[in-house]
């Protein structure tokens, strides 16, 4: 089952703009990750959120968190034609025995054009 | 280190053979995950070891698939029989800790066409 559901679905912009995904969710949670995976390849991780943080930033990349609103957004920004891919949010929930489930939601494709 | 190894990577066999994958996670990681991924259905976790103990099974979806981590460097994910609705990419992931308190990191899947 997924947990996490990414808006939009699909996305196209032109190189230096912004791009902005977001990503919410249904039940509590330890953290939120975002990877990203460009066609035909695994999955690589981009940057972690803990649930008592708010925002975080790595690189071009942005990432925010709102655990009352159970929603997280990505921001790229001065995107790149190699930013071109699908980016998917994780959450790690606590099941039983205090181990995480880290659950994925259905990703947005990215398009950056030249 | 060479990240997590995934073999093989592509996979064509006829409906009912027996399919096996397998995954070589990241040396000093105790969790390991394995994923399917279709365009109807996403990424899906079908089972997740933490120690080489299975943790949680809950989305396997059938009987005919059965996963084992007879040790910390090796998970096979078994298929018998094999289907066509089994076709997809599967992926097996690695991080430290109990679960997804840190990045998983994944290897580059093995594409399943089941004819």
């Known amino acids: 089952s997924q947990q996490g559901e990414e808006d939009p679905q699909a996305l196209s912009i032109q190189e230096g703009e912004n791009a902005t995904m977001n990503c919410s969710y249904k039940?509590?949670?330890?953290?939120l990750q975002w990877y990203r995976q460009n066609s035909g390849r695994g999955l690589v991780h981009l940057i972690l959120i803990r649930s008592n943080e708010r925002e975080k930033h790595s690189g071009r990349l942005r990432v925010t968190l709102d655990t009352s609103k159970k929603s997280s957004s990505l921001l790229i920004t001065a995107s790149r034609a190699a930013d071109t891919a699908s980016y998917f949010c994780a959450t790690a929930s606590i099941f039983s025995g205090g181990y995480n489930k880290l659950i994925f939601g259905a990703g947005t494709r990215l398009a950056v054009h030249p | 280190d060479a990240g997590v190894i995934q073999s093989p990577r592509h996979e064509v066999t006829e409906m009912g053979q027996e399919v096996t994958l397998r995954c070589k996670p990241i040396?000093?990681?105790?969790?390991l995950f394995w994923y399917r991924q279709t365009m109807m259905r996403g990424l899906e976790l079908l089972i997740y070891f933490n120690n080489n103990v299975p943790i949680d099974d809950s989305g396997m979806p059938e009987d005919r698939f059965s996963a084992k981590m007879p040790n910390a460097s090796f998970s096979t994910l078994k298929i018998q029989p094999s289907e066509p609705r089994d076709s997809a990419v599967y992926f097996c992931a690695s991080s430290f800790g109990r679960g997804g308190v840190t990045e998983a990191f994944f290897g580059q899947g093995t594409r399943l066409t089941v004819v």
């Open positions: 040396s000093g990681h105790n969790s």
């Open positions: 039940t509590s949670i330890n953290n």
